[in-house]
């Protein structure tokens, strides 16, 4: 926790994974959609499509599938942005600034270095505490988790072909 | 309406007013302290203290005090800052990117030239309609409207004792 860390311990859920591979790598994993599709959301969900104009107040557009076709979008907003290192994003607007029909979270994506590796740790914060609840039912862990392991599994895969290209 | 305006009229409270003073000096009402105080808060209540720190991300913190004595505390975030031109404030943050209690509005305050004259709007836009209807009976066209008189009148006496001086 830094001092840009909201203190928000009854609102948030997080998730922290370390990942064999450079922060840039893992940032560039949420930042490009070709990586980002790949692994975004849960097998057997798919993600077919992304649009991320990654700035301040810029707007990203995710559309989640899930296995019968059924296509899910998810609209937000860039607020800040460190290359390589953090990401705070919000789907409180769905462009700079137009309010979207519910705030739900804040989502502090931060990748830091860690021996090697990356520090990889998602903070979603909601406005408050029923919200967090929520969203722990709707299987924040779980999801998460399983969508860290792809996360991982494509970072694996790109530093191979790197490697023997 | 220009195409950064979001549609979402079923959502917003609109306040609009032609001011005698340059478009400069209505948005230096709204982001200098000393000017601020003077009109921010409909009397008899009063505005003691405010801190502004207009760039976007920046945080600030107006005290509006009733005739009784007790101070009533009000944090938010700007999004958005063009010098003369406009202001976008949330109060869905208390600094960047602290998610607040409760995401009431966001505010659109545009400065526009009028032929020698301001027109000064002030947009809240809520998140539901519901909230927009509660913010209407809590006062918002007489409360901003009363504002707005005292917002002219200290910016007739500003530029009447800059004649003067």
Request: hydrophobic content about 40%; glycine content about 6%.
């Amino acid at each position: 926790m830094n001092s840009d860390t909201p203190q928000t311990s009854d609102r948030e859920l997080v998730l922290t994974r370390l990942i064999d591979a450079p922060p840039e790598l893992v940032y560039r994993a949420w930042t490009e959609p070709e990586i980002l599709k790949q692994w975004f959301a849960p097998a057997p969900w798919s993600t077919p499509h992304a649009e991320l104009d990654v700035r301040p107040g810029g707007s990203n557009l995710v559309v989640m599938r899930d296995p019968d076709g059924n296509d899910y979008p998810n609209r937000g907003v860039y607020l800040e942005v460190l290359p390589g290192r953090r990401l705070v994003i919000t789907d409180a607007y769905i462009s700079a600034w137009e309010p979207s029909e519910r705030p739900f979270m804040t989502l502090f994506l931060d990748f830091g270095p860690a021996g090697g590796k990356a520090r990889y740790t998602a903070r979603a914060v909601h406005w408050n505490a029923e919200t967090r609840a929520d969203h722990e039912r709707m299987g924040f862990h779980e999801g998460w988790g399983k969508c860290a392991d792809q996360l991982a599994d494509v970072l694996a895969k790109l530093q191979n072909a790197q490697q023997k290209a």
